[in-house]
């Protein structure tokens, strides 16, 4: 079992950063790190994600702003997020995955203001 804690949610001016981290309990050498967001009366959307060798993916609608990262000497997964735009407003879940689990964490909340 792992538990994921994140931080770093809050409310930012649209163009503005956010940093959010992702603590995990335990190792996440193994796992593929990533997260999700969802808006308010959306579907939960995969904004981006990183293999546990490094390889990184993201959702067009966030590539070049955000940033994702992982420190496995911490067991911290980050997102730096830049240029933030007012459809970003979303609460945002870390998840952590080695086939068949997936652990969740329970969400921040981001909200960009125009």
């Known amino acids: 079992q792992v538990q994921l804690v994140e931080s770093g949610g809050g409310l930012v001016q649209a163009g503005g950063s956010l940093r959010l981290s992702c603590a995990a309990s335990?190792?996440?050498?193994?796992?593929?790190m990533g997260w999700y967001r969802q808006a308010p009366g959306k579907q939960r959307e995969s904004v981006t994600t990183?293999?546990?060798?490094?390889?990184?993916n993201y959702a067009d609608s966030v590539q070049g702003r955000f940033f994702i990262s992982r420190d496995n000497a911490r067991n911290t997964v980050y997102l730096q997020m830049d240029g933030l735009k007012p459809e970003d407003t979303a609460v945002y879940f870390c998840?952590?995955?080695?086939?068949?689990?997936?652990?969740w964490g329970q969400g921040t909340q981001v909200t960009v203001s125009s």
């Open positions: 998840y952590a995955r080695n086939r068949p689990l997936t652990y």
């Open positions: 335990g190792s996440i050498f193994r796992f593929d």
């Open positions: 990183i293999s546990s060798g490094g390889s990184t």
